[in-house]
């Protein structure tokens, strides 16, 4: 079995309290058959995880100009590692596997170019989506750029299907490369709460295998949230193009017919002085029937997810360039047409010392270190980004950014002994995430003294009215319509979020006004399932508290025809287990096998401090989080909506819940309980009805399955497909 360093020894003089833990079976299974380098053959390239942490540190030292710059930040990254700096998965499967993978990306994270309103565009899109999926990058889309079903179409002399039945097409598309290529493709739709298809694209995953290779996220924004606060009508509507308004009978004066708002995209609109669009009403509903429909699927089915997309906007660093309307499959990184973003995670965990004692505290020093070397080396990533499309590579270079983000949160809490949401927690949890926001923009300080800025830093940008209008302290500092600003000054001193930075350290953010940084966005947090199973020995996910200390996971296996139930344990009870009392078990009976009561998991956890957890971050993340709020299946509905105004209020940008419902789905993380209270039905050929617990084992078809399994397998329609 591999071992790892739970604690790295190096370069610390505290003694290091926890042991050489094994990697479970799952973490090493997970690690052979996703990041470990093999030839085409099968044969192992990589012999151990050191190797892969080796290769990986490589090929990002090798970006370095001299010799000897590579020679020393080839150390430098594998200490790095060895800490716990984990590139995500494209970085640490791809990155010097060149000779083996030639056509394969280190970029987690892109979204498509705007889909413009024309079969010619939205079939050119699917193409370039199959591209970049086929290169292993997620992908997100805009979808709401579309007419609504109905909209006659004059060029086809015909009316249009609507944005869901081309959304059909990138989903068998997607279905099709992620078959062919091994990998399982993951793609976002986007929607805008404003667009007439609205209700079609809430109710659109009701249906049995339909958009199964999409998550679904509507794009909320600020004036339907006080719409449905003020208990207002809302008005469901679409821009108006200038052919329209020619022949048509329409007053873009009349409130009834025509509403002003931003909109993504001003290609045969109309607009006014200020970068509003006119939208032409299709609907008009209360904003609170809307509400409750959006909340109801959202707790029957889990989606559509929740970005509160003004806000997103308005944080954004690069608000003077970009107009932001989709993220990539997780929601971590909101990002412009054709943006892309490469991804990183730190195993807070690493850093833990004397766990489970009074003494248990966090290694603030070795942190920051680590922090400021994984930066260059995710800075590095860019020269070998290896993505598909030309524009998607003009955005990286331009701009720069990437996600670095961490791992392990919930269970190094357990480790120090906190309760996951307690007040000592939140004061952690901001610490933490403001010492990588700092350490991070003092490297970007740093790199762009030594190596330049990122390019859209030194360009100049001709002031509008829309500009002065979403930062009107502009017009107080003297600036005017047509004035020329460098992108670095907009970016410093403009930008909400390093105006935030500037609170911790003015003369950083004035250092970056005048250099400009090296890149545009420093930070994510990434839900990081599979690095936290594998590198980090199931570390709870990103910013997540453990799911359970003893659970299954629904693997996906190449050759099998359902998913496979595997059986995992929290890092946490791991090391417990070896250093406190190595007969601990969750839900034990045993006095002393019992855990201490600071051992949570997500179901111990109220939906309001999952919350407030992601608020504590958010304030120092300047893209995004991933992070789902469980909740427990007969949580009262009219308080799982105030879920939801509480996330809006507490400034996030997104929110995303979970609430097991087995009639409607399964999860890839499964407590064994919940499996074994559901019963699932299967209808056999002459007409029989056989019912089966969701932990039961069934023979079907040559091979073992579990009853949940199989029964998602077939109800979803992807049952011998993988």
């Not at 005017?480 to 410093?492: E, P, Y």
């Amino acid at each position: 079995m591999s071992t790892v360093d739970v604690l790295a020894m190096k370069d610390t003089p505290a003694k290091p309290a926890l042991a050489r833990l094994p990697l479970q079976e799952t973490s090493v299974d997970i690690w052979d058959k996703k990041y470990r380098l093999k030839t085409k053959e099968g044969q192992n390239v990589d012999e151990t995880v050191i190797d892969t942490f080796k290769r990986v540190a490589r090929a990002l030292a090798d970006v370095e100009t001299t010799e000897e710059n590579r020679k020393h930040w080839y150390g430098e990254f594998l200490w790095a590692l060895e800490q716990g700096a984990i590139p995500a998965g494209r970085i640490t499967s791809n990155a010097g596997a060149l000779a083996h993978k030639p056509a394969t990306s280190t970029i987690n994270c892109t979204v498509s170019g705007t889909i413009v309103d024309s079969m010619d565009d939205i079939l050119g899109k699917v193409h370039e989506a199959g591209l970049t999926l086929k290169a292993g990058c997620g992908i997100g889309y805009d979808f709401s750029t579309l007419r609504p079903r109905g909209a006659y179409v004059s060029g086809a002399g015909a009316y249009t299907s609507g944005p869901l039945s081309f959304m059909d097409i990138f989903d068998k598309m997607c279905f099709t490369v992620s078959s062919a290529g091994g990998r399982r493709g993951a793609q976002m739709g986007t929607f805008d709460v404003r667009h007439p298809d609205v209700l079609e694209f809430i109710k659109a995953k009701r249906e049995d295998a339909r958009l199964r290779q999409f998550n679904l996220s509507l794009l909320i924004t600020e004036d339907f949230i006080q719409a449905v606060k003020a208990d207002e009508p809302w008005q469901l509507a679409f821009p108006i193009r200038q052919k329209e308004l020619d022949d048509g009978d329409i007053q873009l004066d009349d409130p009834d017919q025509i509403v002003w708002r931003d909109w993504p995209s001003h290609v045969d609109v109309v607009d006014n002085d200020e970068g509003l669009v006119a939208c032409r009403i299709y609907k008009t509903m209360p904003a609170r029937r809307l509400w409750d429909l959006i909340m109801a699927s959202t707790y029957d089915f889990a989606e559509p997810g929740f970005i509160l997309i003004d806000k997103v906007n308005e944080m954004n660093n690069n608000w003077f360039d970009e107009s932001i309307r989709a993220t990539n499959p997780c929601g971590e990184q909101p990002l412009p047409p054709y943006g892309a973003c490469l991804l990183g995670s730190i195993n807070l965990t690493r850093f833990v010392l004397d766990p489970f004692t009074d003494k248990a505290r966090f290694d603030w020093e070795r942190f920051g270190r680590t922090v400021e070397i994984f930066t260059r080396m995710l800075d590095n990533v860019v020269e070998i980004n290896g993505l598909p499309l030309e524009q998607q590579r003009r955005e990286i270079h331009r701009k720069r950014r990437h996600g670095m983000g961490y791992l392990g949160l919930g269970s190094s809490m357990t480790l120090m002994g906190m309760k996951y949401g307690s007040t000592e927690s939140l004061e952690f949890t901001d610490k933490v995430t403001r010492e990588l926001a700092v350490t991070g923009w003092r490297a970007a300080l740093d790199l762009s003294k030594e190596k330049g800025p990122a390019p859209i830093m030194d360009e100049l940008f001709s002031v509008t009215g829309e500009m002065l209008r979403k930062r009107p302290e502009m017009k107080d500092d003297g600036y005017s319509v047509g004035d020329q600003v460098a992108g670095r000054v907009l970016h410093a001193r403009y930008s909400r979020y390093m105006q935030r930075i500037a609170e911790v350290d003015p003369q950083l953010v004035e250092g970056l006004a005048e250099h400009g940084a090296r890149f545009t966005h420093h930070s994510s947090i990434a839900p990081t399932g599979t690095i936290s199973l594998s590198l980090a020995n199931n570390a709870s996910n990103g910013i997540e508290p453990s799911f359970a200390h003893h659970y299954a996971r629904n693997v996906i296996r190449e050759g099998r025809k359902s998913k496979e139930k595997v059986d995992v344990f929290s890092f946490e009870l791991l090391a417990y287990q070896a250093l406190v009392n190595d007969k601990a078990m969750p839900y034990s009976d045993d006095p002393d096998a019992q855990l201490p009561e600071y051992f949570m998991s997500a179901d111990d956890i109220t939906p309001k401090d999952h919350v407030s957890v992601q608020a504590a971050s958010q304030r120092w993340i300047d893209s995004s989080i991933s992070k789902t709020a469980n909740v427990p299946t007969e949580f009262p509905f009219d308080d799982f909506k105030d879920i939801y105004m509480y996330a809006y209020d507490q400034g996030l940008k997104g929110c995303t819940t979970f609430r097991f419902n087995p009639e409607n789905f399964q999860g890839v993380l499964v407590k064994e309980d919940d499996l074994e209270n559901t019963n699932y039905e299967f209808t056999l050929e002459d007409g029989s009805v056989i019912t089966a617990k969701g932990n039961e084992q069934i023979e079907y078809d040559g091979e073992m399955h579990t009853a949940a399994n199989l029964y998602d397998a077939l109800k979803e329609g992807y049952y011998g497909k993988f």
